[in-house]
């Protein structure tokens, strides 16, 4: 899904403009990999004109999901040589990284040693280099944890939901900011935001105004449609 050439959703939706990167893999942070579960992201860096279009961007996502959810189906699955090049990445990368310090070294060894499916003589590379390749096993995993129903979509944009755009007197001295938006461009904001999502929530910390809303059914169900396995477009 990370791939970038021709032929990837990143080059799909950099022909559109409406993305400029895009990551996809689980982070080494606690909430996303730990023993009780692994919370896989794609993440897109999105151009002013991709925020409008943020529903067709993930519509793509899914679109290319099933299209590797049909190769898994087929006779001779997965083609081998993808996963072979990214072990000889990953191999790579493992073998030539910067020497960590003892400190480093240890909390790695503590945090590999709490991950039941790594046996003792892996600790040190097993959450860096790949093994061996189970095509079964990746077919598991898409068909059922990557759909919709098992997902949900972040957005973060400073096209809505800024501290200025709702008249906040709070500001922190430590923080340097350019606001060059009129105070009347910031209430339409406020207001557009508003009427769109309804009245923000407030982090009780930091202040930070954000929202929570369930994806529109209409779109769950034309996602489900096309995470289906299916030939690529």
């Known amino acids: 899904l990370g791939h970038e050439s021709s032929g990837s959703i990143l080059s799909a939706l950099r022909a559109k403009a409406w993305v400029t ?3 996809a893999g689980v982070g080494s942070g606690g909430y996303e990999n730990a023993s009780s579960h692994a919370l896989f992201s794609f993440t897109v860096t999105l151009s002013e004109e991709g925020v409008d279009h943020w529903s067709e961007i993930v519509a793509t996502l899914y679109t290319y999901i099933g299209m590797v959810r049909n190769y898994c189906q087929s006779p001779g699955g997965l083609p081998s040589y993808i996963y072979d090049e990214l072990k000889s990445v990953q191999d790579i990368a493992y073998k030539f990284q910067d020497e960590p310090s003892p400190e ?5 060894v503590a945090e590999a040693s709490t991950c039941s499916y790594l046996p003792a003589d892996r ?3 097993g959450n860096s280099v790949l093994s061996r390749y189970d095509g079964e096993a990746i077919k598991n995993l898409l068909d059922k ?10 957005m973060i944009s400073s096209t809505f939901g800024r501290e200025a755009d709702f008249g906040s007197d709070c500001k922190d001295d430590n ?13 339409a904001k406020a207001e557009s935001s508003r009427c769109k999502f309804g009245e923000p929530k407030q982090e ?7 929202w929570i809303e369930d994806i529109a059914t209409d779109l769950m169900v034309g996602w489900e449609g096309l995470c289906q396995p299916r030939v690529a477009p």
């Not at 480093?104 to 790695?108: A, F, Q, R």
């Open 175 to 187: 923080i340097m900011t350019e606001d060059t938006t009129s105070p009347d461009e910031g209430a």
């Open 104 to 108: 480093e070294l240890v909390e790695l």
């Open 21 to 23: 990167s895009c990551y």
């Open 123 to 125: 600790l040190l590379d």
């Open 145 to 154: 944890y990557f759909k919709p129903t098992n997902s949900r979509v972040d």
């Open 204 to 210: 009780p910390n930091l202040g930070t105004r954000y």
